[in-house]
């Protein structure tokens, strides 16, 4: 048995269904990431499982118990937020402790679990201070140690890094990764950024329009995406994809000369630049992006493509390329994904 099964979940505001009959099972001690754009309705499920919103039809189980109608409190779940959400007049130990002093735990029972969880935070210093002589990244330790103290079934975190600089993103990251392998709990994690999602998950769920596009491990849905929205979705920068009428020649140079009508996809890294006159594509370089490791070429396609369509090359060497420079490109072989007119996936590279 699945130790938590979603099952058919729903949620309507007014006439619209935001999530709509969301079937998910998860097991114990993974860590699954919610991912998706604004408005797809991760956010919406994650407070279906706390209890914070009602389910308007479907159920749910966690551990071989129907928790649809339980109270959020009773769920045995722990949840972190976006926004912190510590009392600013209490100590970072009072924070930490307050779940289990209201529930009338013992004195001892609960210094002990607060000074473990400080222990694993790195906070056991800060403990007598006050949320606001602390960085973000200690205030979100603090929200992060107020659910282990909880020691709760399934931790929850709704887009917890959100707050912070692209340093402490990173740091943080690595943090929570760490501690979901140290503590072996049960974890669903929020987020918009689809780099916390391949770098922490064990299984990625992809929600677009409140229903599930695809469900898998990062690397599967980076090498084997379901359709369209998933391959440009999962990936940065995104896949290329191009449609078929706006250059008919892409077939060729892909060596798909019976690719359907619809799309033909191919990830920046696999986009082999040439010299200008080499090549089985001719481009003209629009942008350059230099960021260290990798750098970005943006070309627009010429030799008989639709004017404006563009394609991205990644490459881990840097280049004297500039705006308007001609050059030749080639696709690494058995490289493309074929999308239909649909845009569901109907071949992935062999």
Do not use: W
């Not at 930490?96 to 679990?113: G, H, P, Q, T, Y």
């Not at 503590?183 to 998950?201: C, K, N, R, S, W």
């Not at 690397?219 to 994809?241: E, K, S, T, W």
């Amino acid at each position: 048995m699945s130790f938590l099964q979603l099952k058919a979940v729903e949620k309507v505001f007014g006439n619209q269904r935001v999530i709509k009959g969301i079937d998910l099972t998860i097991e114990k001690g993974e860590f699954v990431v919610f991912v998706g754009p604004s408005g797809c309705g991760k956010s919406t499920l994650l407070r279906l499982i706390a209890g914070l919103t009602d389910i308007d039809g479907g159920s749910m189980e966690l551990d071989g118990r129907d928790i649809t109608k339980l109270a959020s409190s009773k769920r045995d779940l722990a949840m972190v937020f976006q926004s912190y959400a510590l009392y600013p007049h209490m100590s970072v130990y009072d924070n930490m402790s307050f779940a289990l002093r209201l529930a009338n735990e013992n004195k001892k029972v609960i210094d002990d679990k607060v000074q473990r969880a400080a222990q694993i935070l790195n906070l056991t210093a800060y403990l007598q201070r006050t949320p606001k002589e602390l960085s973000g990244g200690q205030r979100q330790r603090v929200a992060i140690g107020r659910a282990i103290v909880r020691a709760p079934k399934v931790f929850l975190f709704d887009e917890p890094l959100s707050n912070l600089d692209a340093a402490l993103r990173g740091q943080t990251r690595v943090e929570i990764a760490n501690l979901h392998r140290s503590l072996g709990a049960t974890t669903i994690y929020v987020t918009h950024d689809q780099v916390e999602a391949m770098t922490l998950a064990d299984r990625v769920v992809v929600l677009r329009d409140g229903s599930i596009e695809q469900v898998g491990s990062p690397l599967d849905l980076y090498d084997r995406p379901a359709n369209r929205f998933v391959a440009q979705f999962i990936g940065m920068p995104q896949m290329n994809v191009i449609d078929v009428a706006d250059m008919p020649g892409l077939r060729s140079a892909v060596g798909a000369l019976n690719a359907p009508d619809g799309f033909i996809g191919v990830r920046p890294e696999n986009v082999l630049l040439r010299n200008a006159g080499e090549g089985t594509i001719k481009g003209e370089v629009e942008l350059v992006e230099s960021l260290g490791a990798d750098t970005l070429i943006h070309t627009s396609l010429g030799d008989g493509a639709k004017a404006g369509v563009q394609i991205v090359a990644r490459q881990n060497t840097r280049t004297t390329l500039r705006p308007g420079d001609a050059v030749g490109m080639d696709i690494a072989p058995s490289s493309y994904h074929l999308f239909n007119r649909q845009g569901l996936t109907v071949a992935h590279p062999s």
